[in-house]
């Protein structure tokens, strides 16, 4: 039963960041089922974050609507887990292919912010923040096409 739930919560996913699965993106941390309740542990990226009601909904919507089509429990009690903190070395390699693919720097721990368009190296700080909190804005020096890089923390 665990293994057809984490199926379906594949399907959803940041809601900034589309291509981008909740489970890849770490913030999807226990699940636990019995015959009568689905309970999800989910930690935000940060408090406060104003997306986690979204991906909260999200994941209720997506388990009742999938999980009565495999026999799963339709009640879902989402748990928010403050502490530990999230961080980004909870993203998975995968969630980092996937960000970089979407045109957003992943995380990286050695500091070295490249392009995702051309892999350059030589990129400007436009903006400690971009779209979101959660992200800088840079701009390639070569291309000169502006990206976001999801920040370290
Ligand atoms: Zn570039």
């Known amino acids: 039963m665990l293994n057809k739930i984490h199926q379906i919560l594949k399907q959803v996913t940041d809601p900034e960041i589309p291509v981008l699965s909740l489970q890849d993106l770490g913030v999807i941390r226990n699940v636990e089922v019995d015959d009568k309740q689905i309970t999800v542990t989910i930690t935000p990226t940060y408090s406060g974050c ?40 909870w993203i998975t390699d995968e969630g ?4 970089l693919k979407y045109g957003i720097m992943p995380p990286t721990s050695s500091g070295e912010i490249m392009c995702p368009q051309c892999k350059s190296k030589e990129v400007e700080l436009l ?6 909190a959660c992200k800088a804005l840079y701009r390639c020096k070569k291309c000169l096409e502006p990206f976001d890089y999801f920040k370290c923390h």
């Open 50 to 89: 104003p997306a986690m009601e979204v991906m909260e909904q999200d994941i209720i919507d997506v388990l009742k609507k999938e999980g009565l089509r495999v026999g799963l429990p339709t009640t879902i009690k989402v748990i928010t887990q403050l502490s530990p903190a999230w961080t980004t070395d």
């Open 96 to 99: 980092k292919k996937a960000l």
């Open 127 to 132: 903006s400690q923040f971009g779209s979101t």
